[in-house]
């Protein structure tokens, strides 16, 4: 897919949610994924209680916060 530099047109729905699904995949198999999971004691959630969608997404503004300072 190009895009065009100052786009934010990012293609479609199915085009976006196979994107998405990819970039979870990638992101909960990285070891500093993991690491984050075991840092707050997460990574064994038996009840399955928190969504993996969610906790990537915790993750990721975990991240970016930390990022911004």
Known sequence: MNIPPGSTELG???QDTKTWQ???QVIA???EFERWQRSRNLENDPKGDVPLNDLILRYLRETLETLAY
């Open 12 to 14: 479609s729905p199915m």
């Open 29 to 31: 198999s990285s070891s």
């Open 22 to 24: 990819h970039l979870k």
